[in-house]
């Protein structure tokens, strides 16, 4: 589908923008934590990958929607690994999505204030930028770890506002989470976008609660 009819550029000033699974494939960080992580926690473990996995799901779940299910220095504590330092191993997966660059130089034109705002840990954000050069393209780097809430944590959002004000009525958010997409409209952002197809190996989603995007070539 192709959203740009919908988006009324005169009515945006600040467009946000979620990182994984929204610019970058989210295939990355789905083959670390479901793949990658399991089998090295195997190996170093001595246990065999199923049971690696058996071990690390429930705990994965537990933090499901909590800042420490970001935070690369709560994981390396949890699992007695070095969680930056095996996220630069497969560094080589991490890719934009097509049209990302064309979008965020577009957005530029238009003169709109753009912000980066993710969950990730900055670890993680340094590591991103690096592989993709993509840093100078916004004019805020956000982690929600400087605010010590997630993203799906409605107080997240007036801690934002306060640092790097905006006006909600006047803002763009694009992310691939529904919780955090919900949490954004309960704090008052207008305009909610959500993406089709977050990574480049799972089927595209069928979502009627947010708008997709299913390009960024299309906005």
């Known amino acids: 589908m192709t959203v740009s009819p919908s988006i009324n550029w005169q009515s945006v000033d600040t467009v946000l923008l979620d990182m994984d699974g ?3 494939d ?13 089998n090295r926690y195997a190996e ?3 246990l065999p990958a199923k049971s690696a996995k058996q071990i690390l799901e429930p705990k994965f779940k537990k933090m499901e929607g909590t800042l420490e299910w970001y935070c690369l220095d709560f994981w390396s504590k949890e699992l007695q690994m070095n969680i930056p330092e095996l996220k630069a191993e497969v560094a080589h997966l991490i890719a934009i999505h097509d049209g990302v660059i064309h979008f965020l130089d577009a957005l530029h034109k238009k003169n709109k ?8 840990h900055p670890d993680v954000l340094s590591i991103k930028m690096d592989k993709t050069a993509l840093a100078h393209k916004f004019d805020q780097l956000v982690s929600s770890h400087d605010f010590g809430l997630p993203k799906e944590n409605p ?10 004000y905006f006006e909600p009525k006047k803002t763009l958010f ?6 955090v997409l919900r949490s954004a409209k309960s704090f008052g952002i207008e305009h909610l976008y959500t993406i089709k197809k977050p990574s480049s190996h799972k089927p595209a989603r069928n979502i009627t609660e947010f708008p997709m995007i299913d390009s960024f070539f299309n906005i």
């Open 22 to 24: 929204t610019l970058l």
């Open 26 to 38: 989210l295939h990355f960080d789905d083959h670390f934590w479901q793949e990658y992580l399991p």
């Open 44 to 46: 170093i473990n001595h």
């Open 113 to 120: 204030n753009i912000l980066l705002v993710t969950n990730a």
């Open 155 to 164: 107080e997240f959002w007036h801690r934002l506002v306060d640092k790097h």
């Open 174 to 179: 694009i992310d691939d989470s529904l919780p």
